[in-house]
Every structure is written in C-alpha cells, then in structure tokens.
C-alpha cells in the first residue's frame, strides 16, 4: 500500500493508493471509473481516493480500470456513458448534470452561497435529494456524494477592483446560460472560447480575461497572460459523484451499501483537501509574478447578480423559489 500525503496539513486525511484488502474474495465486478484530468492534477488523487475505498469495503468484490486525461470524452460524453452503463462512476460537473435535473443549476447561481461549508449542507441535504435523486436516476445516473472544490474567481489583464472595472471587458466564461447571464449583469462581455484556446485568446487579445477556478490559473500559466487575480469566489466549485444506474442494479444490497461509504467519506477527503489547497493556491499565484486582488465586501456583486437569480427561479417555479430561499436563510 502506498499512502500519499498530497497536500501540507493533510494529517491523517492523506490519500493512500493501492488500500490493502484483506481476506479480499475473488472480484464480481469490474467497474470504469473517469477522471477528466490529467494524473498530475490536484483532483485525480481524490478520485482515486475512491477508487480504492470502494473496492477496499466491497471485500475486493469489485475492481476497477480507471482512465484519466478525459480519454473517453468531455463531460457531455461521459454523461451518456454513464447513462449507457460504458462507464460506472465520474465526477460529473452541475453545468452537465443540469440538463437532468434544473436542480444541478442551482450550484451555479452567483453569489448564492457563502462558503464551501454552506454549500455541503444544502446538496447533502434532504430537500436537495428530493429535487434531484429521482430525477437523475431516471434518467439513467444515481448521484452518491458531492465534492466541494473550491470557488471560482476572475482573472484579468488588467486590476479589477469593483463592479464597475468590468464594463465592455471581454470575459470568457463557461456555457451555463446563467452564468452568462451573471457576467452581463456585471457588464461584461461573455464570449465563448474553448478553454483549451483560452491562453492564446488572453495572449492575442480575443478575450481580456476568463472565470474559473484559480488552481487551473496558476496549472496553465495563465498569469503569463492575464496578470491580475481577483479573488471574487461568485460560485462555490460543485461536483457530483455519480454511478451508473444500470451498475447499481446489479449490486445486493451490501455491495450498495458499501460503495455509499466508500462515497460519503471521500466527500469528506475531497472537503479536506481542497480546503488544504485554498490559502496556497493565491500564495502560489503570488509567486509566480500574479498581483492578487481581493474585493473585500462583495455585497455590491451580490445585488447586481441577484436578478439572475430571481430570473431562474421564476423559470423553474415556486418550488425552486422556495428552495432558494431555504439555502439564502441557512447559512
């Protein structure tokens, strides 16, 4: 057994790969398991993470193939994997989910939340669980646990400091339509750029920034380009851990019951360690050169957002307008 401790702080909470498995029976299932991400990214140890914990408290009983580096698609392309049963569990974003179950979008909402704490309350929630599980599953995809990693902020050629420093810039963001919406309301541009072209769109001027999460700002040397972070934190980074219905059904009820622990306590890994992760993440933009901005009071970002909000709400109904509500009044 090989015990990774990937990040500082970590303790106890290190990631061991390879879980011994003692007294393991002979293998009943062989799982696929995705990662989008390369193996060097901070993201693929906690996939692995449960990996191995589900095969360690199946008793060996299932093993798996794991591909990382997004071999078998984008998100979109895993989905339908997942649905078809090719694929048996994946990290799966709410920008892809959401098209399952609206419920999904509400993790992308600005500004909604107020920390990852906040945001790990209400999706392992039962009011969540009862907009969404069924929903899912119907359509082919069982949600086991939720990841939180970290928040999504801006990045730019030149300072941002307050709302009004956006106006006419030319922003990439993500295709959620209300994320788009959000960057409007702020009085950016949205424009639509592959991510993988985002470097070369900020280097040649297509676009004067991008949104997203800064570990990937400092991973792709985007600070060469777009030198200023702001630290704005407007989505609290969700991801759903999903199997395969398909999968599930063929599972006893033991075998359920264990991948649902192997689940709930690498939610609670993922939590540690891209908490452990976030200070160092701005100390690593640092010192590659960035100049990191923090906006302090974001109640002015808030109130201009907040008509997207509301937009979404009264798109989807009461129901989802009382469902907001609940997450705005406990904190």
């Given at each position: 057994?090989?015990?990774?401790?990937?990040?500082?702080?970590?303790?106890?909470?290190?990631?061991?790969?390879?879980?011994?498995?003692?007294?393991?029976?002979?293998?009943?299932?062989?799982?696929?398991?995705?990662?989008?991400?390369?193996?060097?990214?901070?993201?693929?140890?906690?996939?692995i993470?449960?990996?191995?914990?589900?095969?360690?408290?199946?008793?060996?009983?299932?093993?798996?193939?794991?591909?990382?580096?997004?071999?078998?698609?984008?998100?979109?392309?895993?989905?339908?994997?997942?649905?078809?049963?090719?694929?048996?569990?994946?990290?799966?974003?709410?920008?892809?989910l959401?098209?399952?179950?609206p419920?999904?979008?509400?993790?992308?909402?600005?500004?909604?939340?107020?920390?990852?704490?906040?945001?790990?309350?209400?999706?392992t929630?039962?009011?969540?669980?009862?907009?969404?599980?069924?929903?899912?599953?119907?359509?082919?995809?069982?949600?086991?646990?939720?990841?939180?990693?970290?928040?999504?902020?801006?990045?730019t050629?030149?300072?941002?400091?307050?709302?009004?420093?956006?106006?006419?810039l030319?922003?990439?963001?993500?295709?959620?339509?209300?994320?788009v919406?959000?960057?409007?309301?702020?009085?950016?541009?949205?424009?639509?750029?592959?991510?993988?072209?985002?470097?070369?769109?900020?280097?040649?001027?297509?676009?004067d920034?991008?949104?997203?999460?800064?570990?990937?700002?400092?991973?792709r040397?985007?600070?060469?380009?777009?030198?200023?972070?702001?630290?704005?934190?407007?989505?609290?980074?969700?991801?759903?851990?999903?199997?395969?219905?398909?999968?599930?059904?063929?599972?006893?009820?033991e075998?359920?019951?264990?991948?649902?622990?192997?689940?709930?306590?690498?939610?609670?890994?993922?939590?540690?360690?891209?908490?452990?992760?976030?200070?160092?993440?701005?100390?690593?933009?640092?010192s590659?050169?960035?100049?990191?901005?923090?906006?302090?009071?974001?109640?002015?970002?808030?109130?201009?957002?907040?008509p997207?909000?509301k937009k979404?709400?009264?798109?989807?109904?009461?129901?989802?307008?009382?469902?907001?509500?609940?997450i705005?009044?406990?904190?």
């Amino acid at each position: 057994m090989r015990c990774r401790k990937i990040l500082r702080g970590l303790g106890a909470t290190s990631i061991c790969v390879g879980l011994a498995v003692p007294g393991a029976m002979a293998s009943q299932f062989e799982f696929v398991h995705v990662s989008l991400n390369q193996k060097n990214h901070i993201d693929y140890p906690v996939n692995i993470d449960l990996v191995d914990r589900i095969k360690k408290l199946s008793n060996g009983q299932i093993a798996y193939k794991v591909f990382d580096s997004g071999v078998l698609g984008d998100e979109r392309q895993m989905l339908e994997q997942v649905k078809s049963g090719t694929i048996t569990t994946a990290r799966l974003s709410p920008a892809v989910l959401g098209t399952l179950c609206p419920g999904q979008m509400v993790l992308n909402l600005p500004f909604l939340f107020n920390s990852g704490e906040h945001m790990m309350k209400v999706v392992t929630s039962k009011r969540f669980a009862d907009l969404c599980e069924a929903a899912m599953v119907k359509e082919g995809v069982r949600p086991i646990g939720y990841w939180w990693m970290g928040v999504r902020d801006l990045y730019t050629k030149k300072p941002i400091r307050a709302v009004g420093d956006l106006k006419g810039l030319k922003v990439r963001v993500w295709e959620d339509p209300y994320v788009v919406e959000s960057w409007k309301a702020l009085g950016a541009i949205p424009t639509p750029v592959s991510f993988s072209e985002l470097y070369t769109a900020m280097q040649t001027g297509v676009v004067d920034g991008g949104e997203g999460w800064a570990a990937s700002y400092n991973s792709r040397k985007f600070h060469e380009v777009a030198p200023n972070l702001t630290k704005l934190g407007y989505i609290q980074i969700a991801s759903t851990v999903v199997i395969s219905e398909k999968a599930w059904q063929k599972l006893s009820p033991e075998l359920r019951s264990a991948v649902q622990k192997a689940a709930s306590e690498n939610a609670d890994v993922a939590f540690k360690v891209f908490k452990a992760e976030e200070n160092g993440i701005y100390e690593k933009a640092k010192s590659n050169g960035a100049a990191v901005v923090d906006v302090g009071d974001i109640a002015r970002w808030r109130e201009v957002t907040a008509p997207v909000i509301k937009k979404f709400a009264d798109a989807q109904g009461p129901r989802y307008a009382d469902f907001i509500d609940w997450i705005k009044k406990n904190p």
